[in-house]
Nanobody, 123 residues
């Protein structure tokens, strides 16, 4: 069906930068929304930022001025450039996609998640 593969993440000092990337593959007909969520230890998963195929952006207030999300609709990829990182940005970051795909003769639509990538901001 559909797979999301993430790359990037790691350990960075406060004030530093990281870039996350995610690629969707499979029998995809359209990726309607693509973006990122995160989950810190002991907390619920929360929105970081998403982009629709038309370019509408939704982002958490806490990252609005520091993180930039971008998409390549032709390649079904999404990236998250994270600048001025803070300790409170430490979390597992998950790629998300709302996808229409082919299942035999049928068209289906569903939500998909990547496996998650750890981002740790610490000195």
């Amino acid at each position: 069906q559909v797979q999301l593969v993430e790359s990037g993440g790691g350990l960075v000092q406060p004030g530093g930068s990281l870039r996350l990337s995610c690629a969707a593959s499979g029998s995809i007909s359209s990726v309607h929304v693509m973006g990122w969520y995160r989950q810190a230890p002991g907390k619920e998963r929360e929105l970081v930022a998403t982009l629709t195929s038309g370019g509408s952006r939704n982002a958490a207030d806490s990252v609005e001025d520091r993180f930039t999300i971008s998409r390549d609709n032709a390649r079904n990829t999404v990236s998250l450039q994270m600048n001025s990182l803070k300790s409170e940005d430490t979390a597992v970051y998950y790629c998300y996609a709302d996808v229409s795909y082919y299942n035999g003769p049928y068209s289906r639509r569903g939500d998909y998640w990547g496996q998650g990538t750890q981002v740790t901001v610490s000195s």
